[in-house]
């Protein structure tokens, strides 16, 4: 059985497994196996809470896992549509046993996931997600005489102000009045959240792509199509602009001058600010395999050690839990501060570059200058199966040449979409031109092998 897991949970299109009504509903099921296991001495039920983003599959998929959650004896608190931090936040303030995201971040609207958060809110690690598939394979295929159809469900509780108050707290001191700001909510979870708590703290803001209607979530928008918002920026003459993903769990910003700051360059201004206050923790940012060379010889100027992970908020949280680090995120724009919160929220870390432009008294641009990035491209491949790359013909081979032939002014990342079915080359050196003919070259031999026709 294909593994239910992958980089950010479970992912999918919505009708095919894992997101079909049997294997969600036993999804449901396992999670009440499972938390059975982990608290043995519970008497009282077991409860979990769920938020959902603005998909409209999203409350069929919840039905479906609640009816295999109750099967098991699970409570289920219900808080609708929500952006995922906050269900992490709200799993811990209703002292949840487990927080539940439906949702499926940036990806398109045919497609949804299962996203969870253990009790303190931390998303859940791979030991905890291995037991589950193992759950779950055991109960696949059992049949249940359960009407999956009937919406007896509890209804949704109103409590995002909890979140929205907590996110207000980390400007309360700063006088936000003569900023301007632009937010693209991506038609997801934080289209009424966002620019309510901004404005709530004095900003001038100005939403945009914040009308949901249950199809048009990440459409040309967001964190993966910033041009909407640049113009909208530069149009106001705005002093920051900030994009978020759909369920609201990554962002990048862009300047006064338009220039977008995607994660690396977030983490290196972040760092620096934690760095001042003594509150960079073992004194180390933990970032991907994606990341920018540029931000790792930044990182190490200032004597900030740079440990780099596998691709996965999850394995970002798994290094900075081992290490002991307060800083960590990805060139994507997942970003974790453990000081602030326990996941990727992509309007904590807004508001926290917001009071380092407040506190330095500088422009996003002048904090931004600081970091230099290397050229660095990135090509996808759609495939039709995730062949191990040292099983396709003379790729291996032709890494090693362009290594080394260019030594340390080369780096180069072949893998595949942890979520999605692409092979994604990512190649970094001095010169532009040289590395997108690498990149290219390495993409023509993976699509020979396993791309789609």
């Not at 009407?147 to 001191?173: G, I, Q, V, W």
């Not at 506190?359 to 990035?373: C, D, F, M, Q, V």
């Not at 532009?432 to 390495?442: G, K, M, P, R, V």
């Amino acid at each position: 059985m294909a593994e239910l897991f992958g980089t950010d949970g479970i992912r999918g299109e919505v009708g095919s497994y894992p997101l079909t009504e049997d294997a969600v509903f036993t999804i449901g099921r396992a999670l009440g196996v499972w938390l059975a296991e982990q608290y043995p001495q519970q008497k009282d039920p077991l409860k979990i809470i769920v938020g959902k983003d603005t998909r409209d599959s999203g409350r069929q998929l919840e039905l479906t896992l609640l009816k295999g959650a109750q099967l098991e004896g699970l409570e289920a608190l219900r808080i609708g549509v929500c952006p995922t931090p906050a269900v992490a936040y709200l799993t811990r303030s209703f002292h949840a046993h487990l927080g539940v995201a439906i949702s499926a971040s940036h990806n398109p609207c045919s497609d949804n996931g299962i996203k969870f958060f253990d009790s303190d809110g931390y998303k859940l690690l791979s030991f905890s997600e291995r037991r589950i598939e193992e759950i779950f394979s055991d109960l696949f295929g059992k049949s249940k005489d359960i009407d999956l159809k009937s919406e007896d469900l509890p209804e949704e509780l109103n409590c995002l102000r909890l979140y929205t108050d907590f996110a207000r707290t980390h400007l309360k001191s700063q006088d936000l009045s003569h900023l301007k700001i632009v937010v693209d909510c991506a038609f997801g979870a934080f289209s009424e959240i966002a620019p309510e708590v901004l404005r709530g703290l004095g900003a001038e803001v100005f939403p945009i792509n914040n009308n949901p209607d249950g199809s048009n979530i990440n459409v040309n928008c967001g964190t993966l199509h910033p041009e909407g918002m640049i113009k909208e920026l530069l149009a106001r003459k705005a002093d920051i602009a900030i994009a978020f993903d759909g369920d609201g769990d990554r962002v990048i910003v862009a300047d006064e001058k338009g220039n977008i700051l995607d994660g690396d360059y977030i983490l290196a201004i972040l760092s620096g600010h934690f760095l001042k206050q003594n509150k960079l923790a073992g004194n180390s940012v933990i970032c991907t395999q994606m990341s920018n060379l540029g931000l790792e010889l930044y990182l190490q100027r200032q004597g900030i050690n740079v440990i780099r992970t596998d691709v996965g908020d999850k394995y970002i949280l798994e290094q900075m839990l081992r290490r002991n680090a307060s800083l960590g995120g990805e060139q994507s724009g997942h970003i974790i501060m453990l000081e602030r919160t326990t996941t990727g929220d992509g309007l904590i870390v807004a508001l926290e570059l917001i009071e380092v432009m407040l506190k330095t008294e500088k422009s996003l641009s002048a904090l931004g200058k600081e970091l230099e990035k290397f050229p660095q491209t990135l090509v996808n491949i759609k495939v039709k199966e995730k062949r191990p790359f040292e099983k396709i013909p003379g790729l291996n081979e032709r890494i090693k040449d362009y290594l080394a032939e260019l030594g340390e002014n080369l780096r180069i990342l072949v893998r595949y979409s942890g979520t999605e079915k692409l092979a994604r080359v990512m190649v970094e050196g001095r010169e532009l031109s040289e590395i997108s003919h690498i990149a290219d070259s390495l993409a023509g031999i993976i699509q020979e092998a396993v791309g789609e026709k």
